[in-house]
C-alpha cells in the first residue's frame, strides 16, 4: 500500500519562512507525480493551493511555492501570515489513483 | 462563479447504498476531469475516484474499488458517485472537486456532504 508522508506538525513565527515536505513510500517524488498542495481550514472544504509541482492558481498568495527538494515534493511558505494556520495536505499521482499525504498542521505562534 | 454544489448524503446503515450528486456550475463541466474526496470526522483527507472528461475513463482507490461507481452526465452537468455495500469507515465528508487537466487534481471543490453508515 502506498503511503504518503508529510510532517504532522510545525510552528512558524509571523514573518518567517517554513517548508513542508512530502515523501512517497515508493521512492523519491519527481515530476510525474503530479504534486499538489491544498490548505485546508476547520469548518471549510479544502482551497487548491499549487499544482504540478510549482504552478500556483490565480488565487494562490505570492508567498506560497512548490518545488521538488531532496526527493520530496515541497510547499515553502515565505513571510508566513497569521492566516496561514491551517491544515496542509500533498497530493501524488500513483498512474491512475491518487494518494494523499497525511496533512501538516501549521501553528503560525 | 464556479460552484460545485453536493447533495445525497445522509444516514445509511451498513450494507446499504447512496448516490452522491455534484451539481457543476460557472465553467465548462465536459471539459474537466472530476474527483470525489473523502474526509472522516477529525480525520485527514482521503483520494477517492476520479473520471475524464467523457466518462470513458475512471480510477479508484483501493478501499472503495468494487463498491463505489463514479459517472458523470456533461448534459446535466453533474458528477455522480454511486455507493453499495456501505461500510462504518466510509463515514465522511464527500468532497466533490474539478480539475482543469490531468495534473490539476482538485482547482475547485464543494462544500462536502455528510455520509453516516450506521444501525
Known amino acids: 500500500q502506498t503511503v504518503v508522508t508529510q510532517e504532522p506538525s510545525l510552528t512558524v513565527s509571523p514573518g518567517g519562512t517554513v517548508t513542508l515536505t512530502c515523501a512517497s513510500s515508493?521512492?523519491?517524488?519527481?515530476?510525474?507525480?503530479?504534486p499538489n498542495w491544498f490548505q485546508q481550514k476547520p469548518g471549510q472544504a479544502p482551497r487548491a493551493l499549487i499544482y504540478s509541482t510549482s504552478n500556483k492558481h490565480s488565487w494562490t498568495p505570492a508567498r506560497f511555492s512548490g518545488s521538488l527538494l531532496g526527493g520530496k515534493a515541497a510547499l515553502t511558505l515565505s513571510g508566513v501570515q497569521p492566516e496561514d494556520e491551517a491544515e496542509y495536505y500533498c497530493?501524488?499521482?500513483?498512474?491512475?489513483?491518487?494518494?494523499f499525504g497525511g496533512g501538516t498542521k501549521l501553528t503560525v505562534l | 462563479e464556479v460552484q460545485l454544489v453536493e447533495s445525497g448524503g445522509g444516514l445509511v446503515q451498513p450494507g446499504g447504498s447512496l448516490r452522491l450528486s455534484c451539481a457543476a456550475s460557472g465553467f465548462t463541466f465536459s471539459t474537466y476531469w472530476m474527483y470525489w474526496v473523502r474526509q472522516a470526522p477529525g480525520k485527514g483527507l482521503l483520494w477517492v475516484s476520479r473520471i475524464n472528461t467523457d466518462g470513458s475513463s475512471t480510477n479508484y482507490a483501493d478501499y472503495v474499488k468494487g463498491r463505489f461507481t463514479i459517472s458523470r452526465d456533461n448534459a446535466k452537468n453533474t458528477l455522480y458517485l454511486q455507493m453499495n455495500s456501505l461500510r462504518g469507515e466510509d463515514t465522511a465528508v464527500y468532497y466533490c472537486?474539478?480539475?482543469?487537466?490531468?495534473?490539476?487534481?482538485?482547482?475547485?471543490w464543494g462544500q462536502g456532504t455528510l455520509v453516516t453508515v450506521s444501525s
Open positions: 472537486a474539478s480539475g482543469a487537466g490531468r495534473a490539476v487534481a482538485g482547482d475547485y
Open positions: 515508493t521512492g523519491a517524488v519527481t515530476s510525474g507525480y503530479y
Open positions: 497530493l501524488l499521482y500513483y498512474g491512475g489513483p491518487w494518494v
